[in-house]
């Protein structure tokens, strides 16, 4: 059986009947090869899953806008929300043995924001920051060049989790094969694209209130292992050679729901759902006509269809419906009208050709197209796209590339188009996608670059009233639309599977993207 969660509320998705049992190893499907276990350099969910264990942020999200204690036991926001005062817990070793304390939180920021790291996601997570400062070893202020209300939402991610500072520099550029936290498990292995083994932490006794226990985790050990082939992955779980995987394909999902062995969960994500990001700098999408032209030339019903079998739903933002702040009014800006997309592009001067295709000034309209090619999504969405644009006169040339060669090319801007998807807890995503910090090889590979924008931004992220930073939100909606920045597909869901008869306790957060195994146990 299965069942879709909305956001809110973390949802324990594992019956829990009996007394937890102790030890026993849990074999995690994971579904995609990664970057690096650096939660502070990362892009990958894959990596925050498995630091979510690993690593302790200072505070957690227990549900939309509620904050509870990690870390640091309590903390205090100042008016203007550009200051942030957190006093942390007294008891906390990292791994390595070293004690967690202020200089570890003002280390780990300050890591972040140096340009040398290459910081991806902590690097926006962490927004307009300035300074830590160290009151005393146990509280520091952290300090921003302006109001960033979003900022306890980004301290509850695994992202900004504090790192061992004698690790780093143990390591130096290696710590990513070596990470070293203060989490319920400790690293114990990483075999490159094949597993990843995390030892539970015996000396574990600072769990956040979120969970249902205190002490060291019941699990004696967690391997995740990398299978990106989804059929590969599904017959491992039937098999039981797996007990949980993450992102159950939509062709398995309603067949694994009538198994009678397997628990599915999905959960809609909040952030930004399924899109292709437009690289607003490389002709012709320096063009806004061209870009409004994909967005009308793209039937979103049918692309559902074809490739997640109809179980996600349309988007039409850059926000997820599940996202604080999506704006309804933005299902009326784009539809699917070819005509509309025809139209467009002539304006634009690219005229259809007798073979065709689209050609100005003797050049073809030929957009390069790059996607990870190991990824099923990316591939199905790189060649639907292919054939949705190819009777308006518009080729994609797909470029279908390993992991290191996809990154070398889209973080030096060498696409025309990408595709992305972006779980977030708050609105702010839109820092990611559209902040002109971000354009240069970080997130933002629109590469788009727009004061206004910027600015809408920043006070969307310096406001703490919600009523306006919902009007502010909806501007910034309705501005990427109009400017047709990025072409939003559908509003995702992450989609787990576990073996019902083997695993307990194993939770959902409530913005749909992470499974939370502190308290799981394994039936014996």
């Known amino acids: 059986m299965g069942r879709f969660l909305p956001a809110g509320d973390p949802v324990s998705a594992a019956a829990t009947p009996g007394r937890p049992q102790p030890g026993g190893e849990l074999v995690y499907g994971m579904s995609s090869k990664f970057d690096t276990l650096d939660p502070n350099v990362t892009t990958f969910s894959q990596v925050e899953r498995i630091a979510n264990l690993v690593f302790d942020p200072l505070i957690r999200e227990s549900k939309p806008g509620v904050f509870v204690a990690g870390l640091a036991e309590r903390w205090e926001v100042n008016p203007a929300a550009d200051q942030y005062t957190f006093h942390l817990r007294r008891d906390v070793k990292f791994h390595d043995g070293t004690p967690f304390d202020a200089d570890a939180v003002k280390f780990t920021f300050d890591r972040i924001v140096d340009p040398a790291l290459k910081s991806q996601e902590a690097f926006s997570a962490i927004g307009p920051y300035e300074s830590t400062t160290v009151v005393d070893p146990y509280t520091v202020i952290v300090r921003f060049k302006k109001p960033y209300a979003p900022f306890l939402s980004s301290a509850a991610q695994a992202l900004l989790a504090p790192v061992s500072p004698a690790a780093v520099k143990k390591y130096g550029t290696d710590f990513g094969a070596h990470p070293v936290g203060t989490g319920p498990f400790k690293f114990d292995s990483y075999a490159i694209d094949a597993a990843v083994r995390v030892v539970r932490n015996p000396d574990y006794n600072w769990a ?205 801007g060498q696409h025309h188009i990408q595709y992305w998807w972006n779980p977030w807890p708050d609105p702010d995503v839109v820092r990611l996608l559209f902040y002109s910090a971000n354009a240069n090889g970080g997130t933002n590979r629109n590469r788009y670059k727009n004061a206004e924008m910027d600015q809408l931004i920043d006070d969307a992220a310096g406001t703490v009233s919600s009523v306006k930073r919902q009007t502010l939100y909806a501007q910034i909606q309705l501005k990427v639309l109009q400017e047709a920045v990025m072409v939003y597909f559908t509003d995702s869901a992450n989609l787990f599977g576990y073996q019902k008869a083997k695993v307990n306790g194993a939770m959902l957060d409530w913005w749909g993207e992470d499974m939370l195994l502190y308290d799981t146990w394994l039936t014996k």
């Open 208 to 412: 956040p209130p979120i969970f249902a226990h205190q002490g060291p985790a019941y699990l004696d050990r967690v391997t995740f292992r990398i299978v990106p082939d989804s059929p590969t992955r599904v017959a491992a779980l039937r098999s039981r050679e797996m007990q949980l995987i993450e992102d159950v394909p939509t062709q398995d999902y309603q067949a694994l729901q009538h198994d009678a062995s397997i628990q599915t969960v999905a959960g809609w994500i909040s952030g930004s759902g399924w899109s292709m990001m437009c690289n607003v700098t490389r002709p012709p999408m320096d063009d806004v006509k061209v870009r409004q032209a994909l967005s009308w030339g793209v039937d979103r019903a049918a692309m559902n269809k074809a490739v997640w079998q109809g179980v996600y739903r349309v988007a039409s933002s850059p926000l997820t419906r599940a996202t604080f702040g999506w704006d309804p009014a933005t299902t009326n800006v784009y539809g699917y009208d070819p005509k509309k997309a025809a139209a467009l592009l002539d304006e634009a001067g690219w005229k259809i050709t007798p073979g065709g295709v689209r050609q100005k000034g003797g050049q073809s309209l030929i957009l390069g197209t790059y996607y990870r090619s190991d990824n099923y999504n990316w591939t199905a969405m790189a060649t639907f796209c292919q054939s949705m644009y190819a009777p308006l006169g518009i080729t994609l040339d797909l470029h279908g590339l390993a992991q290191g060669g996809y990154f070398d090319a889209v973080r030096s």
